[in-house]
């Protein structure tokens, strides 16, 4: 698997925890890991064992395919990066989104 692979997978578990309202600290307890652990997974810096994935799952009633949705066989950069920017937003406000979205079309029709 890739950095993007990691970068994915640490921002669905960042998602998690940031829906739950939890600190890393709070978050590895629940999982069994420490707070280090959990900072170098959600920065795509390491991949979780799979017992701390299965522990997410378990704790939080994750569905496993939430978590691994995004390994693909033939995975491109553009849909890689399209993924990153959609799990980015997930949790931003509309009127956030809509700001994002008109800097984008700037960015866009500038090229």
């Known amino acids: 698997m890739s950095t993007d692979t990691k970068i994915l997978l640490g921002m669905?578990?960042?998602n998690i925890r940031d829906t739950a309202?939890?600190?890393q600290g709070?978050?590895?307890h629940i999982v069994g890991i420490d707070e280090k652990t959990i900072s170098n997974i959600e920065n795509g810096k390491n991949y979780p064992s799979f017992a701390t994935i299965c522990s997410i799952i378990q704790c939080f009633k994750v569905e496993p395919n939430y978590l691994l949705d995004f390994i693909k066989y033939d995975s491109t950069v553009s849909d890689t990066l399209n993924s990153l920017i959609i799990e980015s937003l997930k949790n931003c406000?509309?009127?956030l989104k809509r700001k994002i979205y008109e800097l984008i079309d700037v960015f866009c029709n500038q090229i």
Do not use: H, S, W
Request: charged content about 50%; overall charge neutral.
């Open 12 to 14: 669905k578990i960042r």
């Open 21 to 23: 309202k939890l600190t």
């Open 26 to 28: 709070e978050f590895g």
């Open 93 to 95: 406000p509309d009127e």
